[in-house]
């Protein structure tokens, strides 16, 4: 069920036009903040479209990490809140526990994910919680201002590691995805990248199995998405995007690491 | 057996007094020989009876071993303090019988099992005291039943104080019942032959011990923790997380049993951030939800208690206070985190703060807490302390209403068929954020202006006042008993809302009042807001005891005697007087 607005493109179709592309009603008409070349707005996209073809955007809540996405809610049409920092698992817990009947899902970047929520993503993927995650994976801390996150590549740069990240003194990149795979509550978690169209139709179809998995009572479902940061990688985008197939993915492999 | 001399001369005395209408009793063994089960067997039997009780229980904080012991303090009419020395000492074990014969009154029962000594250490001075040695375990292991030296020392004290045979067993049937017939036959022949070992020896005279009219006791015998629990589902608590902490875990394990059979939901949170954000995500589907904890797992939550004040999320946390800082020791029970309470957590906006007396009192805070949550959309903070938690008293309870279970509008429930709903605490512009600041500290206002409770005892036109909450509430209300008993004009006001403070009332007291005492089990938290209400119209005065210890009735009257004393009329006219003379004066 797609719902129009005054403002959409659908009432601005001639007669001899053909409507290939148009907003889902599952996102708002509000403009995003997020930098040139973010793929943020590229998997909001992506989660509306699933939403929207699923018909489900009625009955879907969704819960903002605290990070770059933190107005997520202001962009999906749908009843959203914030979480605490890290926190947006035990909150999606709450609300599908006691409304199972409901499609519940967090957005989560990797410093809310992977850093201080650690505990909060294991043990609900480890009680096979019946809730989506879309992990956004870009390396780094955008909203703070570029600083290393926990899937920080070795070597890399960032605010707080000018040097490059060392591993001798900063640890190593944490793989959620293989992590999380391992936990026998968990029902489907795989790793996608959105850096080109083949990758984003691919990530797309995983949001959707992510989704339906839920509907189908299968349990705690994740998908991991490789996404650019331009801006706190100092690049441009097009570079930040070859950059994740160069870099990112000989470290973070796609692929399924679970699927029931 | 004979008694030797001292011992026989001291029977008659001890019968005298036992037959009394106040009798205090101690259970003391180790950990896993049924101490809590023997105190349990006894409050059912005193239940029974429709005598009061006043229950205090201490354990070890390790898992297994340690000493642990239940005194058990009943009157025909309120009891309001544990009491200070005790009449009767159980003892199961050596370390029973030496830790605990200090307590014991001069001319008390030591009812002990038979293979321990006598108290080696009689200092300061040799006490006389009823010795009775009963060979409890033996006779449990005699009698297949090899851990019923608890029914033994309970066979012993029921034949020592005159307890109805009917009733002692009827306790014990109802006590071992899940565990067969057999079972049960095996305790209650450990308890008989226990109490024909007592009636062998020489003994002082049985006295009957008396039972209350049926008005007496009414209601049902919980203990605080249980009180919550029913309170929270009686108020239509659909939904828990909690992390296991003592003395908070007994809560959580109730509750787990209770919710599933309202159809609620249980969850056992990895810690208490999860604990809370779980409760968040209930009450963000307008599903009224709970927590437990005590003060290390209340710290973890003060982040997301930023986020449910500013969000303006009702959730009701219960927070049964141990002794601290820190671990500090989790068995024992403390004032300490008033401050905590009202005030953590980043931003501007006190919580609802209600402390419990009672078990019927906790029920009734309980369900308390969750109305002004829901009104307020704020978070409201149940205050217990391990000792209310664990005490087991007959608790009426209020006719129970069907809960109204729909859904606020402001709950995300999915945008069916109206805009989205979102819940946020993020403003970017200044300005907007002062006015949603505003708005919060007007419901703040507003929360002071109606929602103050508290309790007065004795206090219309009474000289001096003390201020007291919880558990040193109720122990203040037996010291200023004993303070009217000597002629002191004295009242208690109780706060039940330390958040709201009643500061309006304490202020017009201030107006007559000679002087103020605030009792807490702590270095006075409470104190300052009393002291703010006062406003430097009369002296306030502090009595505190902290790390475990609980102020005793009489360690309170001797603080309320000496505020007489300095503020008495006479002092005061002796004062100007001595001004007068050319003096240098001062108070006594």
Known sequence: MIIEDSRSLATNIGPDEELIYRRPASLTTAHTHYCPGCTHGVAHRLIAEVIDELGIREKTIGIAPVGCSVFAYNYFNLDFAEAAHGRAPAMATGIKRVQPDKVVFTYQGDGDLAAIGTAEIIHAAARGENITVIFINNAIYGMTGGQMAPTTLPNMKTTSTPTGRDVELAGFPIRMAELLARLDGAAYVVRRSLHNPAEIRKAKKAIRSAFENQMQGRGFSLVELLSSCPVNWNMQPVEALKWIETHMMPIFPLGDYKSL | ?????????????????????????????????????????????????????????????????????YQVRTMIPEVLSAGDAIDVLLAFNQEGVDEHFHALREGGFLIRDAPTNPPMDEAPGPKQYFDVPIPMGELAVELGSPKGKNVAALGALAAAIGMPDTTIEASIAEVFARKGEKVVEQNLQVLRAARKAYLEIPHPPVPDLKSGEPENVTGYLMTGNDAVVLGAVAAGCRFFAGYPITPASPILEAIARELPRVRGTFIQAEDEIAALGLCLGASYSGVKSMTATSGPGFSLMAEELGLATAAEIPVVIVNSQRAGPSTGMPTKNEQGDLNAMVFSGHGDAPRIVLAATTPETAFEMTVEAFNLAEKYRHIAILLLDGNLGQMMEPAELPPMRPVDGRRPDWALTGAEGRPHNIISSIYLQPEELERVNQRLQAKIERIRAEEVRYQEYMLEGADLIVVAYGTAGRIAQSAIKMARQQGISVGLLRPISLFPFPEDRISQLADEARGFLVVEMSAGQMLEDVRLAVAGQAPVRFLGRMGGMVPLPEEI????????????????????????????GGWE
């Open chain 2, 557 to 584: 009257l001797a603080a309320i005697v000496k505020l007489d004393q300095a503020t008495s009329p006479s002092i005061v006219l002796r004062h100007v007087e001595q001004v007068r003379g050319g003096s240098a």
């Open chain 2, 1 to 69: 057996m004979s008694l030797p001399e001292i011992q026989r001369k001291q029977v008659a005395e001890v019968s005298k007094l036992v037959s009394g209408d106040d009798i205090r009793l101690r259970i003391a063994g180790e950990s896993g020989e049924g101490v809590i089960t023997a105190g349990d067997i006894l409050l059912k039997t005193l239940h029974k009876m429709r005598r009061r009780v006043f229950t205090y229980e201490t354990y070890p904080a390790e898992v297994r071993g340690g000493h642990c012991w």
